[in-house]
């Protein structure tokens, strides 16, 4: 009797070390060190801050065994400009994702939005500029259906930038 209950002891705890191992976030250092590595690496080029680029993009990503990018899907962007920032920071988090159960790759989403840091008051110029990006900007959107697979959804990431008036 005493090997049944050590051994359905045992059972559980490897159940249960098992799901701890399932419950790691996949990016190394955890949730907040994934938001902070964004806010210190999406950088916001004065033309884009310029334009009061703001907006929302929908990535899916793929890292390999080793924790590197292999490829970059955008699947949804309020304009193409909102996309290259965060690019540029999923490029530089090479090396930081965390693959569990022996998988050769795995594909992560990841919905980013960045918004200019606006004065309460809002200038009649600011508006303006605001204004004119939104009526020129060009969404990038799915035409067909897209396959999720097993893909872990990640945190929004959400970026905010002073802007000058």
């Not at 159940?15 to 996949?26: G, M, S």
């Not at 290259?84 to 159960?101: E, Q, T, V």
Request: neutral net charge; glycine residues 4%.
């Amino acid at each position: 009797m005493k090997r049944y209950f050590l051994l359905v002891a045992v059972i559980l705890f490897t159940v249960t070390v098992h799901a701890q191992k399932k419950a790691v976030f996949p990016f190394q250092g955890g949730k907040d060190a994934m938001m902070q590595f964004f806010k210190n690496n999406v950088e916001i080029s004065p033309e884009l801050a310029a334009k009061k680029v703001n907006g929302t993009a929908v990535f899916k990503f793929t890292a390999d065994a080793q924790g590197a990018i292999e490829k970059i899907i955008v699947y949804y962007a309020d304009d193409y400009q909102v996309t290259l920032p965060f690019i540029d920071a999923l490029k530089k988090s090479d090396h930081h994702w965390i693959i569990f159960d022996g998988e050769k790759t795995h594909d992560f989403i990841v919905a980013c939005s960045i918004n200019p840091v606006l004065p309460s008051t809002g200038t009649p110029a600011a508006q303006k500029q605001i204004y004119q990006y939104y009526s020129h900007r060009q969404p990038i959107v799915a035409s067909n259906e897209v396959l999720l697979d097993m893909a872990t959804l990640l945190p929004a990431v959400t970026i905010s930038y002073p802007v000058s008036q």
